[in-house]
């Protein structure tokens, strides 16, 4: 491939960046004009000048922006987003030393993020390797696109039938969609996911807990146990008479592991993993929150969406009442919708035979019960999940509306830009 970074293609600059201090300019020009590229267009000035000047001309290829005036970083990085051409690979740097704020930044679509003060090395490496990607075919290429959507299971409360949606819904993009998926079941000590596919579990989600370091994609491919041609599982029955040593990296790990060997993700993800492990939502999709129609699983449906707003605003809710039965909830559907303040997404009837007859069958409950309108109703969030994501992988409208069109686009910006297409019809 010829050099895309060269001036021409499109009236494109190669580069530009918006720097707050003269300090950090002196430090980048030099390596700028090693890339060979104009020093001039290293301005001073933060984000907001970023957005400024891109609303009112072409984005370049590497928008190097820095934070460190910015009150907001994921807002106003938001407001980029709306001025930035797809495929503008975004390198941030700011002074602010957390990585919760490193991992949201990425969730949103920035490439890179450096840390101040800068050197010469690691700003000829970050421009190297934003370059490499810039190049690289994008995700927008039909061809080239590997889509994957990661979708994390979560139950407001125990039983409420988060593993046996988790489940149901790995079986259907594998065994229906035909999609390679991968069920990972973080409920490590009483795991039902591989009893629900009448499986042993196995060591292998044991062995990448205790050995984080060994998981690649040789590592997967022994340690998953197979339930259909499409669906691999790592699930555990971790032993009980000890706690669990692990500082979730090898769950982060696995999930990145996944994205390059599956098209589709599905994590059976307890409740407590989410408050010691938040940063394991960093590249989920969809959230499907699992609830009943109860007083408590109201309470903490509010709690849990309040904090994927804070936590994880880039994935998609999904709501999915399940075990409904007609006129004897605790909460009718208008109560709990009012206090939860917005709508469920989707309503599983409570079907005991169903359930009893995926139990018997060693089947998920949408396998082993076709035709149950429970399982309808799953399919139908199967489906949704496909769709929602589907938007989010990179056929957004033509325009300038969103960041990275080399990457997985978050559904954020994606909402942003299907309000922006209304608006524009
Ligand atoms: N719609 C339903 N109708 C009847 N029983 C259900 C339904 N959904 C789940 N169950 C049953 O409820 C029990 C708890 O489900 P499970 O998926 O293990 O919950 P969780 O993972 O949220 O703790 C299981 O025995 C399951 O078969
Ligand atoms: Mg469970």
Redesign the pocket.
């Known amino acids: 491939m010829n050099a895309p970074w060269k001036p021409g293609a499109g009236g494109r600059d190669p580069f530009a960046a918006f720097i707050c201090d003269e300090t950090a300019l002196d430090t980048l020009r030099p390596v700028v004009i090693e890339m060979g590229w104009q020093p001039e267009k290293c301005a001073k000035g933060g984000l907001r000048n970023a957005v400024q000047s891109l609303s009112v001309s072409a984005s370049p290829n590497i928008l190097m922006v820095d934070l460190s005036e910015s009150g907001d970083p994921l807002n106003d990085i938001n407001a980029l987003a709306e001025v930035c051409e797809p495929g503008t690979v975004v390198v941030a740097i700011g002074q602010v030393n957390d990585v919760r704020l490193y991992r949201d930044l990425l969730a949103s679509g920035i490439h890179d993020y450096l840390l101040k003060p800068l050197s010469a090395g690691q700003l000829r490496d970050a421009l190297t390797h934003a370059q490499a990607v810039f190049a690289a075919p994008k995700a927008s290429d039909p061809d080239a696109a590997k889509r994957h959507i990661s979708t994390a299971v979560v139950?407001t409360?125990?039983?409420?039938?988060?593993?046996?949606?988790?489940?149901s819904l790995a079986w259907l993009f594998s065994a229906d969609h035909k999609l390679p998926t991968a069920l990972l079941d973080l409920?490590v000590h009483f795991g039902?996911g591989a009893l629900?596919l009448d499986l042993e579990p196995g060591r292998g989600l044991t062995d990448a807990i205790d050995n984080p370091s060994r998981i690649d994609g040789l590592f997967i491919e022994r340690a998953m146990i197979r339930a259909n041609d499409n669906l691999a599982i790592l699930s555990a029955e971790a032993p009980i008479n000890s706690p669990l040593m692990t500082d979730g990296s090898a769950f982060v790990q696995l999930e990145e592991e996944f994205r390059h060997a599956f098209e589709m993700t599905v994590i059976?993800l307890?409740r407590n993993m989410l408050i010691n492990f938040p940063h394991l939502l960093a590249d989920v999709n969809v959230v499907v929150l699992?609830t009943e129609m109860t007083l408590a699983s109201a309470r903490d449906t509010i709690r849990i969406l309040s904090w994927l707003k804070t936590n994880a605003a880039h994935a998609q809710p999904l709501i999915v009442a399940?075990?409904?039965q007609a006129g004897i909830a605790e909460i009718s559907k208008a109560d709990f919708e009012a206090s939860i303040e917005r709508k469920i997404d989707f309503t599983?009837?409570?079907?005991?035979k169903?359930?009893?007859n995926?139990?018997k069958l060693g089947q998920t409950?949408a396998d082993a019960n076709r035709a149950s309108k429970?399982s309808t109703a799953i399919r139908q969030l199967a489906e949704s999940v496909i769709g929602a994501s589907d938007e989010d992988a990179g056929d957004s409208p033509a325009g300038k509306k969103s960041l990275l069109g080399s990457f997985d686009f978050k559904s954020l910006l994606a909402k942003k830009d299907k309000a922006a297409a209304r608006a524009d019809a």
């Open positions: 139950g409360r125990g039983g409420v039938g988060a593993s046996t949606l988790a489940t409920d039902t629900a059976d307890p699992a399940n075990k409904v599983v009837p409570y079907d005991l169903a359930a009893a995926a139990a409950f429970a």
